[in-house]
């Protein structure tokens, strides 16, 4: 079965910091852009990051700028996002995309995952 997992989510305090995983089930990441998004109850699903192939480039949603960093192993075949500084309003689930590029004003036409909840809280 084709698919991505996500790891990392879990419960974190206003200030702190959490990193997420993303790796493929049964292909490998390194012919994929990856994207990271984020759904909050209620809410539209939003961007975070995306980045590409070789990982020279990267973009960030204006609420995640300065705060989390997506990096990615091609030889480990996993992609990362790395948050500090987290917010309360940062809660959500989070989830990877892959398609070949970082499209603009488009959603990822290949692989999803389900998805890992990110809770901040005090």
């Known amino acids: 079965q084709l698919t991505l997992v996500e790891s990392g989510g879990g419960l974190v305090q206003p200030g702190g910091s959490l990193s997420l995983s993303c790796t493929a089930s049964?292909?490998?990441?390194?012919?994929?852009?990856i994207y990271w998004f984020r759904q909050a109850p209620g809410q539209e699903r939003e961007e975070v990051s995306c980045?590409?192939?070789?990982?020279?480039?990267?973009r960030y949603a204006e609420s995640a700028k300065d705060r989390f960093t997506t990096t990615r192993d091609n030889a480990g075949n996993m992609v990362y996002l790395h948050m500090d500084n987290l917010k309360p309003e940062d809660t959500a689930v989070y989830s990877c995309a892959a398609d070949f590029f970082c499209m603009a004003d488009e959603l990822p036409t290949g692989y999803w995952g389900q998805g890992t909840q990110v809770t901040v809280s005090s």
């Open positions: 049964g292909f490998t990441l390194d012919y994929y852009a």
């Open positions: 980045i590409s192939k070789s990982g020279d480039f990267r």
